[in-house]
């Protein structure tokens, strides 16, 4: 059976002024966009499952507090709020498996006292 040949296309880069003629990878093309992180996302740091999920939606929480418990490597990893503020979604529950990187929690900054 006769394999498929990738075409191969050539691309141009400028950089500071000069034209360079390359060809791209696959794996180039299809990267991850990079993007800044979002203060407003608590997102899992390592792959794990969640063990507990300590707040609800609409919920308080001041800075420091454990939201979450996830287990990573056999270790019990505490997720802390950053900042005060109010959770505004939950993207998981207890027992689910989330890749590194996933977002867990929505939360919108408090600004004032919490009680």
Not at 25 to 53: A, E, M, Y
Not at 92 to 110: H, T
């Amino acid at each position: 059976m006769a394999e498929k040949k990738e075409e191969i296309q050539k691309e141009y880069l400028i950089v500071q002024g000069a034209k360079y003629e390359t060809t791209l990878t696959n794996k180039f093309r299809n990267r991850k966009v990079w993007q800044p992180h979002n203060p407003n996302l608590i997102s899992s740091f390592i792959p794990g499952t969640v063990i507990d999920v300590m707040v609800k939606t609409g919920q308080k929480v001041k800075a420091g507090e454990t939201i979450m418990v996830l287990e990573a490597m056999k270790m019990h990893n505490n997720v802390l709020m950053p900042m005060d503020g109010e959770i505004v979604k939950i993207h998981v529950k207890a027992d689910d498996i989330v890749p590194k990187n996933q977002v867990m929690i929505e939360i919108k900054p408090f600004h004032g006292k919490i009680k």
